[in-house]
């Protein structure tokens, strides 16, 4: 088992020190998250429509926006799966050590499933760009905030009431998300006001402002996944009786 972890390690090092992770998770990221645009804007759309014209056809969120968004996940993985996995020995037999990895007191076996498990942990890190926080802040880089509102909560809500998940904690992180798009290009539209008030070009803003994101993505994460971070203030407020 230590070997197997050792050359999982071993792949991992290698996919994050050169730009092969990043550009598969930003690849995902923005097909997935322009298909997850595609598909909410299209729901919203046709239930307007719908409602306009006296319709009360219900709207199926399960068959409208998240079975489309399965399937089109599969059909990127199918082009993701062997981008990460074609190199695994290609790589070795590139940098010349393959020779090494193949003599090392090392059974095949414990090579194959290292190889596999950095390949398979790559995969899933990849798969972590479709998480809804991920979603909304590519959502936020290309749309007006309110938009976002008004697209996105109508689809989510039931979810989030079939799941119990707290409205008042999917409001805050929802807001969080939605802020730190305003600030990023290419339409982040307080980065328009700041650069047209402080009279720099975007690239200039661009430069200096990642810090910052960095800064409101980690406070992001730390307000999603510990939800008392963010939920002192209204429980105090309002206790659950």
Known sequence: M??????CKKELKSYFASPIAYLLMAFFGLIF????????????????????????????VNDQIIR???GFASTIALFLVPMISMRLIAEEKRTGTIELLMTSPIKDIEIILGKWLGAVTLFVCVLGMSMINVAMLILGCFMEG???MMMAVPVLLPLLNHYDIDL???????????????????????????????????GQF?????PFIIALVIALMIVTYVPEVAMWLPNLMMPVK
């Open 68 to 70: 489309p968004l399965l």
């Open 146 to 148: 309110l938009a976002v």
């Open 168 to 202: 008042v904690h999917f409001g805050v992180f929802f807001v969080i998300n939605i802020m730190i798009g305003t600030i990023t290009p290419p339409v982040g539209t307080i980065m328009y006001v700041v650069c047209a008030l402080g009279k720099i070009s975007i």
């Open 206 to 210: 661009a430069k200096e402002v990642w």
């Open 2 to 7: 230590r070997n197997i972890l050792l050359i």
């Open 33 to 60: 998250g322009f298909g997850f645009f595609t598909a909410t804007r299209d729901f919203v759309r046709f239930s307007f429509q719908a409602q306009m014209m006296g319709q009360q056809q219900p709207m199926n």
